[in-house]
């Protein structure tokens, strides 16, 4: 068995001669499934740059699953399974740049699982274009590096005063700068032509979905008999239906009015009637509210104790009050005695002056 197929198998059979070879269709179609949904989930999966691929980029893209490495052997398998089972389409005699390649073709999104894609001749030119501009990268790539150790071997030599050396070097980069912009000009082209290509697919897809929409459409209108009598002779009914509601609602609006001024009268007077008991009522309420205070009022006053009168007699003097007083009146009698009379007699009494300390002696008694 080929080492690069042991992992296909199941455990049990780890034990058999490498000679023999065995696969495990449940893990082929796993694989093959997983690779057909990443290539769905792609948002360019309707493109060319997306549904053709070279074996090579396949391989690239979807050469692992999960940690193992798909070999070329079991990426063969897998197409061939791919091929019949999910309508991939490969060809092995796509001429590229140069060589030969295997081209591998996914269905477009909308064609997944419903149909078998084919490569055509102008998914051939597609290829050949593209492997052109890779070709093309990779030689403006190479000129790109070599121009630069021209100019180094030039600085080099120039350096050294090997000046003829120098010239020479310029030379030639000078020669690959003139062949690096023709492939310039050419990868430019390449790549241009390529896009006009990929957008006149896509167009041709969006125009594709526009004939289904439009024979869809005419589908349903030819099915529904669905035209302008049609819609005319639709409205119609619908005008002739809000005009039979209208006299429907017209006719039961009068009879709610006659009904209502034959009535009109008797009412009245029942309204006149119930709102003059209603006032009668609420004049005996009223009147019995009234007379319910007035006895209140008297309860009250029967109940309550006459008033009583309260006097308030002055506060006793205080010690310090009374003394002062008592000074007070002393030194009033003192000015009493003291005070001259208020006409001097003619005749003054033959009596000595006395001694004013003799005075204050005598009016002490007195005190």
């Not at 049990?12 to 290539?39: F, G, M, R």
Request: charged share 25%; glycine share 4%; proline share 5%.
């Amino acid at each position: 068995m080929q080492k690069s197929q042991q992992w296909l198998l199941p455990s049990y059979y780890s034990h058999h001669d490498d000679e023999a070879n065995y696969v495990v269709l449940p893990t082929i179609k796993e694989i093959a499934k997983n690779i057909l949904q990443t290539y769905v989930d792609e948002p360019s999966s309707n493109s060319s740059s997306s549904a053709l691929l070279t074996f090579n980029e396949f391989r690239s893209r979807y050469g692992t699953d999960g940690e193992r490495t798909l070999t070329d052997e079991d990426i063969w398998l897998l197409l061939q399974y791919m091929g019949p089972e999910l309508g991939v389409a490969i060809a092995d005699d796509v001429q590229g740049y140069g060589a030969t390649h295997v081209v591998i073709k996914f269905p477009y999104k909308s064609q997944t699982g419903t149909m078998v894609t084919t490569i055509d001749q102008q998914d051939r030119a597609i290829v050949s274009i593209r492997t052109t501009c890779s070709a093309l990268h990779s030689q403006v790539d190479e000129l790109q590096q070599k121009s630069e150790e021209y100019t180094q071997s030039a600085k080099e030599h120039y350096t050294a005063g090997r000046k003829p050396q120098a010239v020479y070097a310029f030379k030639k980069k000078k020669h690959l700068l003139e062949i690096l912009d023709r492939r310039l000009r050419s990868l430019e082209t390449m790549e241009t032509l390529l896009m006009k290509i990929e957008a006149s697919q896509n167009d041709l897809q969006v125009v594709q979905a526009f004939n289904i929409g439009a024979d869809a459409l005419r589908s349903i209108l030819s099915d529904q008999n669905l035209s302008v009598d049609t819609v005319d002779e639709a409205m119609l009914k619908v005008q002739q239906a809000f005009q039979d509601q209208k006299e429907v609602e017209d006719a039961i609006v009068g009879g709610v009015s006659q009904a209502n001024n034959v009535n009109m009268d008797e009412q009245d007077e029942d309204l006149e009637k119930e709102l003059a008991e209603l006032e009668l009522q609420e004049q005996k309420q009223m009147l019995l509210l009234q007379q319910q205070q007035r006895e209140e009022r008297q309860r009250l006053v029967e109940i309550s104790p006459p008033p009583r009168h309260i006097t308030q007699s002055a506060p006793p003097p205080s010690p310090a009050e009374s003394e002062l007083a008592r000074i007070n009146d002393i030194f009033g009698k003192l000015k009493k005695v003291q005070s001259p009379p208020s006409k001097l007699p003619t005749t003054l009494p033959s009596k000595k002056m006395a001694h004013p300390q003799q005075e204050e002696r005598e009016l002490e008694p007195a005190i």
